[in-house]
Structures are given as structure tokens and as C-alpha cells.
């Protein structure tokens, strides 16, 4: 079984932002900025996965959002005003 269909990094959960902001990798430590953050295929079992991973060679980092965290605490609350989905407990990093 092989399939040809290749994974879209625009349709990616987990792509960073159109507007960069700087990340951390809870992986590595390192700070740098979201446009960074690259875009790797690999293949497994006949299929491309791709998704998005920290640019620190050896960092298995995986995702903006998941193990690359905005540094900016008021980020997601700025995402979620965007939304209009305002959280009562809105927790600080
Ligand atoms: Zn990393």
C-alpha cells in the first residue's frame, strides 16, 4: 500500500502564524523567532508524514502550539479574542 497524496503544510493544525512571534521549544530551550520553525517530510511505511518541526539540529521538536510555545503570555489569549472565545481561566505560562 503507498499512497501519493502529500501532506499540506497550510492545512497543518500545528503550522505556525501568518504574523511571526517569538516561540520557545520545550524540547531544546531555545527562543527564536516562528518563521523559523520548518516544514519535514519523512517517509514511514510507504507514506509521507510531514509536519511542522523546531530548526535546532537534533531537536525532535514537533509543532507550533504543541513543543514551540509563543514566549508572549498574552499570545493565545490575543488568538482567542480573535475567536471572540474568551476563557475565565486563562492561565499564565
Ligand atoms: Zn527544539
Given at each position: 500500500m503507498s499512497r501519493t497524496q502529500k501532506p499540506d503544510p497550510e492545512a497543518d493544525p500545528f503550522a505556525p502564524p501568518d504574523i511571526t512571534t517569538e516561540v520557545r521549544c520545550t524540547q531544546c530551550g531555545r527562543i527564536y523567532e516562528?518563521?523559523?520553525?520548518q516544514w519535514a517530510e519523512q517517509q514511514v511505511d510507504g507514506e509521507v508524514l510531514g509536519g511542522w518541526a523546531?530548526?535546532?539540529?537534533g531537536c525532535n521538536g514537533q509543532g507550533f502550539g504543541q513543543d514551540?510555545?509563543?514566549?508572549?503570555?498574552d499570545y493565545l489569549a490575543k488568538q482567542d479574542a480573535a475567536f471572540k472565545d474568551?476563557?475565565?481561566?486563562d492561565s499564565v505560562f
Amino acid at each position: 500500500m503507498s499512497r501519493t497524496q502529500k501532506p499540506d503544510p497550510e492545512a497543518d493544525p500545528f503550522a505556525p502564524p501568518d504574523i511571526t512571534t517569538e516561540v520557545r521549544c520545550t524540547q531544546c530551550g531555545r527562543i527564536y523567532e516562528s518563521y523559523l520553525i520548518q516544514w519535514a517530510e519523512q517517509q514511514v511505511d510507504g507514506e509521507v508524514l510531514g509536519g511542522w518541526a523546531c530548526p535546532t539540529a537534533g531537536c525532535n521538536g514537533q509543532g507550533f502550539g504543541q513543543d514551540m510555545v509563543p514566549t508572549d503570555p498574552d499570545y493565545l489569549a490575543k488568538q482567542d479574542a480573535a475567536f471572540k472565545d474568551i476563557r475565565p481561566d486563562d492561565s499564565v505560562f
